[in-house]
């Protein structure tokens, strides 16, 4: 009996509620006015206990963390790892007022003969390949993506005859990358990197040959939720941009987490970097809006 009271009741909640703020409540638990308009997307709980730290005037709303960073309101929402979690992230910030995501975690570096990737180095994605499984799913759902996005033949095709044959490009707001990547240059220097960036659904399976797959395209950073998050961004004129902190160099002896169990110590310094690159360019960030 008390079980159908509970149904009737909130179906009759249900009844003034809109599809959009069903799904917002859902998923984040809260309302979508409580979201603010510039929303901090970490995925691992590091991350985002870091960020959460330095919120001022913070306030818990579901899953939600809003507060005041360098004087601008931000709400901090943890994606969970991968483009599946990522994609349902903003596919609730879409039905919310949030103009402006910013990605701010860890990635794996990719190392090659030509470049000069460290552990704690910070990417800025210039652009991410599609290597994951959810952004194909928006291409088929959405046509006009395959007009919109860049593509190339999919390097994998030479060695796995069962992959697509195209990988898709998905990129960042420029001007929010452009902003992130000189607020950056300003503090760090020669630290910061413009790379092409990979996302794939398998941290398992970063083998010798997918890592030499990578970089014959120069490929040099590696994740598992930029490529969705700039998919969308772009479908949905989201500005988004990634801000990434170097915590592992796959196929490396002494760097590869797979491998050795040592902890470099310019792990926490790169995300503290990073955090506060964020924090520093918020002001300029909100110029966006």
Same mark, same amino acid.
């Given at each position: %009996?008390?079980?159908?009271?509970?149904?009737?009741?909130?179906?009759?909640?249900?009844?003034?509620?809109?599809?959009?703020?069903?799904?917002?409540?859902?998923?984040? &638990?809260?309302?979508?006015?409580?979201?603010?308009?510039?929303?901090?997307?970490?995925?691992?709980? #590091?991350?985002? @206990?870091?960020?959460?730290?330095?919120?001022?005037? @913070?306030?818990?709303?579901?899953?939600?963390?809003?507060? $005041?960073?360098?004087?601008?309101?931000?709400?901090?929402?943890?994606?969970?790892?991968? =483009?599946?979690?990522?994609?349902?992230?903003?596919?609730?910030?879409?039905? =919310?007022?949030?103009?402006?995501?910013?990605?701010?975690?860890? =990635?794996?570096?990719?190392? $090659?003969?030509?470049?000069?990737?460290?552990?704690?180095?910070?990417?800025?994605?210039?652009?991410?390949?599609?290597?994951?499984?959810?952004?194909?799913?928006?291409?088929?759902?959405? /046509? @006009? *993506?395959?007009?919109?996005?860049?593509?190339?033949?999919?390097?994998?095709?030479? #060695?796995?005859? +069962?992959?697509?044959?195209?990988? +898709?490009? !998905?990129?960042?707001?420029?001007?929010? /990358?452009?902003?992130?990547?000189?607020?950056?240059?300003?503090?760090?220097?020669?630290?910061?990197?413009?790379?092409?960036?990979?996302?794939?659904?398998?941290?398992? =399976? &970063?083998?010798?040959?997918?890592?030499?797959?990578?970089?014959?395209?120069?490929?040099?950073?590696?994740? %598992?939720? /930029? !490529?969705?998050? #700039?998919?969308?961004?772009?479908?949905?004129?989201?500005?988004?941009?990634?801000?990434?902190?170097?915590?592992?160099?796959?196929?490396? *002896?002494?760097?590869?987490?797979?491998? /050795?169990?040592?902890?470099?110590?310019?792990?926490?310094?790169?995300?503290?970097?990073?955090?506060?690159?964020?924090?520093? !360019?918020?002001?300029?960030?909100?110029?966006?809006?």
């Amino acid at each position: %009996m008390m079980d159908k009271i509970k149904n009737e009741l909130l179906n009759l909640g249900l009844k003034f509620m809109s599809v959009d703020e069903k799904i917002v409540r859902m998923f984040l &638990e809260t309302s979508p006015s409580r979201i603010n308009e510039i929303v901090i997307l970490p995925a691992v709980k #590091f991350v985002m @206990k870091k960020l959460v730290s330095k919120l001022q005037n @913070k306030r818990v709303y579901g899953r939600v963390y809003n507060g $005041n960073l360098n004087g601008v309101k931000v709400s901090i929402i943890r994606s969970l790892v991968g =483009c599946p979690n990522c994609s349902i992230a903003v596919e609730n910030l879409k039905r =919310c007022k949030t103009k402006i995501i910013i990605r701010t975690d860890f =990635c794996g570096g990719i190392e $090659n003969t030509t470049n000069n990737i460290h552990i704690g180095d910070l990417i800025v994605p210039e652009l991410a390949y599609c290597g994951d499984g959810t952004s194909a799913h928006y291409v088929m759902k959405n /046509s @006009k *993506l395959l007009n919109q996005l860049e593509s190339i033949t999919n390097p994998i095709t030479k #060695f796995r005859e +069962f992959f697509n044959e195209k990988i +898709f490009i !998905s990129k960042p707001d420029e001007d929010l /990358s452009s902003l992130l990547i000189k607020e950056a240059s300003s503090l760090i220097a020669n630290d910061v990197k413009n790379v092409d960036l990979w996302t794939t659904d398998s941290l398992f =399976c &970063e083998t010798e040959e997918f890592l030499k797959i990578l970089r014959s395209v120069n490929v040099q950073g590696i994740d %598992m939720e /930029s !490529s969705i998050l #700039f998919l969308l961004g772009e479908l949905y004129n989201i500005k988004t941009a990634s801000i990434l902190s170097v915590s592992d160099l796959p196929g490396n *002896l002494a760097y590869d987490m797979f491998k /050795s169990n040592e902890i470099h110590p310019n792990i926490e310094k790169g995300i503290d970097n990073a955090i506060n690159i964020v924090i520093k !360019s918020l002001p300029k960030i909100k110029d966006l809006l």
